[in-house]
Nanobody, 127 residues
C-alpha cells in the first residue's frame, strides 16, 4: 500500500529557508512525485515535481529559482528545499504520487493526475 507523509513545516521569517520531506512507502520507485500547496481560501496548486527517474524536475513560475526538489533514494524521500521564502508561500504543502506509469521524464502538473496524497504540512512565512 502506497503511503506518503510530509514533514519539515514550520513558521519562519521572510527570506528564511525550509526543507520539506515527503517520506514514501510501498511501491513508488516508478511514480512521479509532485508537491502542491493550498493557502487559506485558495485552491490547491502545483508547486513542483520530479520524475520517477529523478532526471527531470518542473516548477511553478512562482517558485522557480527558489525551490529545489530532489530524490533521496537511501531515505525513500523526496525533498523540497525552499529558499528566500515569502509571505505568499504560506500554505499547507502536500506531496502526491502518480501511479499511472508515466515515462521516465514525465512530471504531471495537474491535481487529477495524482493518485496518492499525504496529509500535508503547514508552512507559515511571517515577520
Amino acid at each position: 500500500q502506497v503511503q506518503l507523509a510530509e514533514s519539515g513545516g514550520g513558521s519562519v521569517q521572510p527570506g528564511a529557508s525550509l526543507t520539506l520531506s515527503c517520506a514514501t512507502s510501498g511501491r513508488t520507485f516508478d511514480f512521479p512525485i509532485g508537491w502542491f500547496r493550498q493557502a487559506p481560501g485558495e485552491e490547491r496548486e502545483f508547486v513542483g515535481g520530479i520524475s520517477w527517474s529523478g532526471t527531470r524536475t518542473s516548477y511553478a513560475d512562482s517558485v522557480l529559482g527558489r525551490f529545489i526538489i530532489s530524490s533521496n533514494n537511501s531515505k525513500n524521500t523526496v525533498d523540497q528545499q525552499m529558499n528566500d521564502l515569502k509571505p505568499e508561500d504560506t500554505a499547507v504543502y502536500y506531496c502526491a504520487a502518480d501511479e499511472t506509469r508515466q515515462g521516465p521524464w514525465s512530471v504531471p502538473t495537474q491535481i487529477k493526475e495524482y493518485d496518492y496524497w499525504g496529509q500535508g504540512t503547514q508552512v507559515i512565512v511571517s515577520a
